[in-house]
């Protein structure tokens, strides 16, 4: 926990923001006053990812088709229906 002065506190704002940000209990006190600083953590809104493979073929996205990987790489292979 650490404790400042609102002077301290003003003088070293960085260091204390910094405190909170890093999860530690920060208190400033000003007169007979005492303030919590604790850290507000905000909501990020959900990333979009786009997608690494574009697939074209329907019979790809249908899953009629797999990988193979063989010695001259990656190749697609017809699935074998059971």
């Known amino acids: 926990m650490s404790r400042f ?3 301290q506190a003003r003088q070293n ?4 923001l910094n ?3 890093n999860g530690q209990s ?3 006190d000003r007169g007979k006053l005492r303030f919590r600083l604790i850290l ?3 909501r990020r809104a959900p990333r979009t990812v786009r997608p690494v493979i574009e697939i074209l073929d329907p019979a790809v996205a249908d899953g009629d088709w797999t990988w193979r990987h063989g ?3 990656v190749s697609f292979k017809q699935r074998t229906k059971a």
């Open 5 to 7: 002065t609102a002077s």
């Open 13 to 16: 704002f960085a260091h204390v």
């Open 19 to 21: 405190q909170a940000a």
């Open 26 to 28: 920060v208190t400033i």
């Open 40 to 42: 507000d953590e905000a």
């Open 71 to 73: 010695r001259a790489g």
